[in-house]
């Protein structure tokens, strides 16, 4: 993106990172029915596709862990 252009609203959703349900708990260290539960209660945002498969933002996840007191939000496969 050059300086001053803004994202139009197409780019800005290509930008997002979604995850699978496994990943964001490993992440967070808690089992994936809790994942489920964060999305019932609307703790975390999530996209349902189809009957049974949600995706969460990234961004999301790492919002909430820092909110709960979570100093290095990294996932552990992305750390150097």
């Known amino acids: ?6 994202q139009s ?3 800005l959703l290509l930008d997002v990172e979604l995850l699978t349900i496994p ?7 808690v ?3 809790s994942i489920y539960c964060w999305i019932d209660a609307g703790k975390t945002p ?3 596709i189809g009957k049974r498969t949600y995706r ?4 999301a996840v790492s ?3 820092k909110a709960a007191g979570y100093e290095l939000v990294v996932p552990e ?4």
């Open 56 to 59: 969460i933002p990234a961004r």
């Open 23 to 29: 990943p964001v708990a490993t992440w967070a260290k």
């Open 63 to 65: 919002a909430q862990l």
């Open 9 to 11: 609203d197409e780019e």
């Open 31 to 33: 089992s994936t029915q």
């Open 77 to 80: 496969n992305k750390q150097s």
């Open 1 to 6: 993106m050059t300086a001053g252009k803004k």
């Open 46 to 48: 999530a996209v349902k």
